[in-house]
């Protein structure tokens, strides 16, 4: 009877060994192919990740570009204001000659129509007492 519990024993001990051994056999082949799943994403994924530098490095090109436009437009609207300030500065001076000179203009169109006047009155002959009434004050 000892030998038979021996051979119960020595046969667990077999079916034991055979099912460790076959559990460390597909634990290779799957660790196996972890391994050629992840190689095989990382070489799907370096395009993209060189993909994404390119596109990060241009991003940051036309950042800098944009930025250089809006830095130039900047001093455009600047020197813009400027010269509209300078412009406005400017037009006072140029109303007060002008109103000068639109005051010598009234002056001699006042003058040119007072010396019609006196023709007009010449040609009448003497002047009536009521044109005299008219430039009396007082």
Known sequence: MTNVFLGIIAAAVLVM??????????????????????????????PVMS?????????????????????????IFADLGRRAEQVMAGVPSLFGTA????????GIKAALAAIQELRRSSRRGASHPDDEDALFIG
């Open 51 to 75: 993909n994404l530098q390119a596109i990060t490095a241009e991003a940051a090109r036309a950042t800098s570009l944009a930025t250089a436009q809006m830095e130039r437009a900047d001093r």
């Open 17 to 46: 060994a055979i099912i460790q051994v076959a559990a460390i056999v597909f634990a290779m082949s799957a660790a196996k192919r972890i391994g050629q799943a992840a190689d095989r994403f990382e070489r799907d994924l370096r």
């Open 99 to 106: 109103g000068r000179g639109w005051a010598f203009l009234n």
